[in-house]
């Protein structure tokens, strides 16, 4: 059963009783075994399969126009493919590991080392609202590979979304395993105080402190999947007209609404112009119309819609100059959707809120540079970013960019595709996250690494020597491990 609530005293009593019941049943049950973790993974690509198109609906609806295509590619079919992935490792990941005892004669003489990887027990999914469902299921899919129970907070900003994974859970999972719970951002404060084993946190960085400090509380380990400003830099050796389609595609998906979107550009001088008109030639092939074309998303609320718009006002007015790519010359001024025509911004400056914000929209600074030297310099004189993007042919310069630039992860010649690669970890650095997931390394993530030694069965002679009265034995011992 799952169940929507309100963030009163009540629902801070029913929320802690649920955490008690998944983690008395997580006691009661004992570390499940691969086929039931293997059947709760089954259950939601169950989920996920039958129910494609009302998760489209619900989508589209949430958005106010957001394609289908989209939501069945990013929400759902991104979604099964993390599920699979950990279905069919999952037995492997649950071995134990194997390492070597110190001093490795110990282990000669019978002596075991290994690590056991155990569940956690009760894992919180704060969940945002740019992929609700995959950004549900693809921690899922490590969270219940790895033997854990869940607790699910989706967005407010998507309700019809979050009430219909509500409804899709409680088909499938008794609340003792996976418990949903929809509400506005009170109930999310309340959510993220719960003493968890673990919890997941999808979204801003700012938002991510207080979870973090919230977590804290209770010494919840979490996981932040935050964002940041990811830069592209653009090489001389780029071929301009590939470069700029693989910009744009990952620029307008989800109509910049994505945590790893290409923030800004850096771009050498003499390549500006040449790059700007590529750019818009790329947006015109993909989009000829946009306002009301179905393909192009639309801005998840006007509070967002707003933030954009002032963004590009405060560039306008300290000087930047405005390149709105609207191939049909359509008016948005009278517009009930919410969309904004991929914009430009060129000759921008460090005081502009452009270049201070994440701008997570169809807005995308371009900054110029003399030598990559100075475009990495930049880079590295702000936060850590989520993804950082290079575009090029040269392997030397490509392999400078990527020793000298500390980033979450890295898409050469495309941008946010490293997502994609179930069999990497995904995460950021400092301000845009920490921890990661995907894969084997979700497994990990959401599991307890414990350490297990096993020690001969009879004592030796030098283990004897170890123990007091202290003699020659243990000192010449001493002499020899104290040394260069």
């Known amino acids: 059963m799952t ?27 004992g570390i499940p075994s691969a086929e039931v973790r293997i059947n709760r993974i089954d259950r939601c690509i169950g989920l ?8 489209a609906d619900a989508l589209s609806e949430d958005f106010s126009c957001r394609a289908r295509e989209t939501s069945l590619i990013t929400d759902v079919a991104s979604s099964l493919g993390p599920l699979k992935d950990a279905k069919a ?9 194997k390492r070597k005892t110190s001093p490795s004669l110990l282990g000669l003489l019978g002596a075991k080392a290994e690590v056991r990887y155990q569940p956690k027990g009760v894992v919180g999914i704060i969940a945002p609202w740019n992929f609700p469902v995959n950004l549900t299921f693809a921690p899922l899919a490590q969270i219940l590979a790895a033997g854990n129970r869940a607790m699910i907070k989706p967005s407010e900003l998507t309700p019809v979304t979050s009430e219909l994974l509500r409804q899709m859970f409680a088909k499938a999972f008794s609340e003792e395993e996976i418990a949903v719970i929809t509400g506005g951002p009170d109930v999310g404060q309340a959510f993220s105080r719960l003493a968890f084993d673990h919890m997941i946190f999808t979204g801003g960085t700012s938002i991510g402190r207080h979870i973090m400090r919230a977590a804290s509380e209770n010494l919840v380990p979490v996981t932040l999947e935050l964002g940041g400003k990811s830069p592209v830099i653009v090489s001389r050796s780029a071929d301009v007209a590939t470069t700029a389609d693989r910009i744009m595609a990952g620029k307008t998906l989800n109509a ?18 040449e790059l700007v ?9 993909m989009y000829p119309k946009l306002r009301d074309n179905p393909d192009y998303t639309a801005i998840i609320s006007p509070r967002h819609f707003d933030r954009i718009q002032a963004l590009l006002t405060d560039a306008k007015e300290k000087g930047a100059t405005i390149v709105e790519i609207n ?55 702000n936060d850590r970013p989520l993804g950082l993007y290079y575009f090029g042919a040269d392997p030397s310069e490509q392999e400078y960019v990527l020793t000298n630039t500390t980033s979450g992860g890295v ?59 202290y003699g020659k034995g243990v000192r010449d011992y001493i002499a020899s491990q104290i040394k260069r």
């Open 327 to 381: 191939p049909a010359g359509e008016d948005f001024s009278t517009q009930n959707g919410r969309k904004i025509p991929p914009t430009l911004v060129l000759d921008t400056t460090e005081d502009m809120s452009i270049m201070q914000e994440e701008i997570f929209g169809p807005v995308l600074p371009i900054k110029t540079y003399s030598d990559v030297k100075e475009a990495v310099g930049y880079v590295n004189a």
């Open 89 to 97: 490792n999952l037995a492997k990941w649950m071995r134990p590991e």
């Open 256 to 273: 910049g609404q994505i945590c790893l979107a290409p923030d800004y550009l850096l771009v050498p001088t003499e390549k500006r112009d």
């Open 48 to 55: 996920l399969v039958d129910h494609a198109e009302q998760i």
């Open 277 to 285: 008109g590529a750019l818009t030639k790329s947006v015109t092939s």
């Open 411 to 469: 898409t050469v010649n495309d941008v946010i595709f490293h997502i994609a690669m179930e069999d990497l970890p995904f995460g950021g650095i400092g301000p845009s996250g920490m921890g990661s997931y995907h894969g084997h390394d979700g497994f990990k993530e959401f599991s307890h690494a414990r350490s297990v030694y096993s020690q001969l069965k009879k004592d030796l002679g030098p283990m004897k020597a170890l123990r007091p009265p």
């Open 3 to 29: 169940f929507s609530v309100r963030g009163d005293g009540e629902t801070i009593a029913r929320l802690n009783q649920i955490l008690a019941m998944q983690k008395a049943a997580q006691l009661r049950d």
